[in-house]
């Protein structure tokens, strides 16, 4: 990754911009892919249309969930949302770390978005004379979007009660 034969800093916000939503929203069905799958992308319009129908019908009315030939349960279809909901919010912190730090807006995001897709691509922002704590924010961009999110977060979730253990002293043997 990171070979490029273009300058992309050069390139217009418009034309940056586009190469930024094909990096959030790239990702293959059962590939490595780091973006977001399309197969998820493609559940959640589906099922924002699937929402506002069932919206539009009595309570009663039991409307199914159906896309590529599988029927799917409103709890998937939530899983799926609070996903690419968590994915796009990691996205925005790491583009506000680097807009606080100065950078421009369309730069930032296009950086994290590549961090997190695990493109390869740069602006230029990112090199050896990238300040450490910026380093970190992409390094863990990368991470987060590696893992797919969740793994990350339930371990960050479980951080205190390691400290809350660690407070308590050693686990005596039985």
Known sequence: TGFSTADIASWSDYHKMILTILM??????????????MIRVLILLY?????????????RMIIPFR??????????????AIFVT???????????AFMAAG??????????????????????ITGP??????????????????LEIFPVLMMLREIPSLFKRFRRGPVAAP
């Open 67 to 80: 896309f590529g030939g599988r029927n799917y349960e409103p709890s998937e279809v939530r899983d799926v």
């Open 47 to 59: 099922g924002i249309l699937w929402y506002v129908r069932v919206r539009q019908h009595p309570s």
């Open 129 to 146: 004379a990238l300040s450490p704590p910026l380093k970190l924010v992409l390094i863990l961009e990368m991470w987060a979007g590696r």
């Open 24 to 37: 959030i929203f790239g990702g293959g069905y059962g590939s490595t892919s780091s973006a977001l799958k």
């Open 103 to 124: 950078y421009d807006a369309m730069d930032s995001l296009f950086e994290v978005a590549s961090a997190e897709g695990n493109v390869g691509l740069s602006v230029g």
């Open 86 to 96: 968590s994915y796009i919010l990691v996205l925005m912190l790491g583009a506000l």
